[in-house]
C-alpha cells in the first residue's frame, strides 16, 4: 500500500488538486458546484451535519488520507480529531496541512491499522469513514474495531462504494477489478450484507442513502481528464517515467464512471449509532435494523 501511494502521487495530486482539496474521493455536486474541490467540502459539510458533529466532539477519521476531511472538521467546527491511515507518507502531509492551516492543535494524525488502532476503547464521539470500508478485505473487522473505539452514544457517519448486487457474472466481474486494481479497493460491500454485519456488531439506528447522481460529475470529469491526456501518459510510458500502478489509476478512473453510470456500482451515505447502555452494558435506547435477506442476484 506504502508503495502503491508512493507511484501514484503525482496523479492524484493532478487529478484532484491536492494542495487545494487535501482530499482523494469523489465528492458530492449540486446546482451550485463548479469544481471537485468544491464537491469535496460540499460532502464533507453535508456529513457533518449528517453527523451533528460540534466543538464538543472528539472525531476518529478512520482512513485519514492527507487529511482533508479531519483539517475541515477543526476549522469548521473547532472539535479535536484523531486520523489514521496506514501510509507514513499520507500521515506526514496530513500534518504538513494541519500545520498550514493552522489546527494543528486540534488534529492527530497516527500511523496505525482502522482493523486494530490501539486506541482506548470508548474515546471517540464520532467515527468518520469517508472511502475506507471499501479499502478494508475485513468489513465485519473493521465495524467491530469502530464500535470498540465509540463512546455509547456514539455515531458512524461515512460515504462510500456499493455493489449493487451480491453476485456478478464473468464479464461484469472483470470490468470491476479494473477499478479495484486502479483505486487501490477491495471488494465493495453489498448493502444488506454490509447492514447485518452492522447490527451484528451492536451498532443501531442504521440509514443509507444512494447519492450516485450528487457523484457522477466527479466520475465524469475524472474519466475526461484521462482521455485528454492520455497522450501525454504515454508518452511519459516510453520514456520510462510512469509506472504500472499510475497506468491502472487511469484506467480504473475511466472504468468507475462506467460502472457508476450503469448501475453497477453506487456511492451510498450511511450512518448508524452505538446505543447508550446502562451499567450491565445492556442497551437501552435505539432500535437495531432488522437483518435484510441477501437475494444473491447476477446482473
Known amino acids: 500500500m506504502t508503495q502503491y501511494y508512493h507511484d501514484v502521487t503525482p496523479d492524484y495530486s493532478f487529478f484532484w488538486n491536492l494542495g487545494r482539496s487535501m482530499a482523494i474521493r469523489i465528492g458530492l455536486w449540486d446546482r451550485h458546484t463548479h469544481s471537485v474541490a468544491e464537491a469535496l467540502e460540499r460532502e464533507d459539510r453535508y456529513l457533518a451535519e449528517e453527523a451533528g458533529i460540534t466543538a464538543n466532539d472528539h472525531v476518529l477519521d478512520a482512513g485519514c488520507g492527507v487529511g482533508g476531511s479531519a483539517i475541515y472538521l477543526a476549522r469548521t467546527f473547532g472539535c479535536r480529531v484523531t486520523g489514521i491511515s496506514l501510509s507514513a507518507e499520507q500521515i506526514k502531509t496530513a500534518r504538513r496541512n494541519a500545520r498550514r492551516h493552522g ?25 468518520w469513514a469517508v472511502e475506507s470500508i471499501s479499502h478494508s478485505d475485513r468489513k465485519p473487522l473493521l465495524l467491530a474495531e469502530l464500535y470498540r473505539v465509540l463512546k455509547s452514544g456514539g455515531r458512524l457517519i461515512g460515504a462510500d462504494y456499493f455493489s449493487t448486487r451480491a453476485v456478478y457474472d464473468a464479464s461484469i466481474s472483470a470490468l470491476r477489478r479494473r477499478v479495484f486494481d486502479g483505486l487501490y479497493f477491495q471488494e465493495f460491500a453489498f448493502v444488506p450484507r ?17 447519492v450516485t447522481p450528487a457523484a457522477l460529475p466527479s466520475a465524469r ?36 464512471f462506467v460502472a457508476l453510470r450503469d448501475g ?4 451510498r451515505i450511511f450512518h448508524a449509532g452505538k446505543p447508550l447502555s446502562d451499567r450491565s452494558g445492556t442497551p437501552r435506547d435505539g432500535m437495531r435494523l432488522t437483518p435484510v435477506n441477501e437475494e444473491v442476484q447476477a446482473v
Open 194 to 210: 454490509f447492514g447485518n454485519d452492522l447490527t451484528a456488531n451492536g451498532f443501531t439506528d442504521i440509514d443509507f442513502y444512494d
Open 221 to 256: 470529469h475524472f474519466d475526461l481528464l484521462t482521455r485528454r491526456w492520455a497522450w501525454a501518459a504515454a508518452l511519459l510510458k516510453r520514456l520510462g517515467l510512469r509506472s504500472r500502478a499510475q497506468d491502472l489509476l487511469a484506467r480504473g478512473l475511466r472504468v468507475q
Open 264 to 267: 453497477i456500482h453506487q456511492y
Open 103 to 127: 489546527v494543528d492543535h486540534l488534529v492527530t494524525f497516527l500511523v496505525a491499522d482502522f482493523h486494530a488502532t490501539g486506541l482506548p476503547d470508548e474515546s471517540f464521539d464520532a467515527v
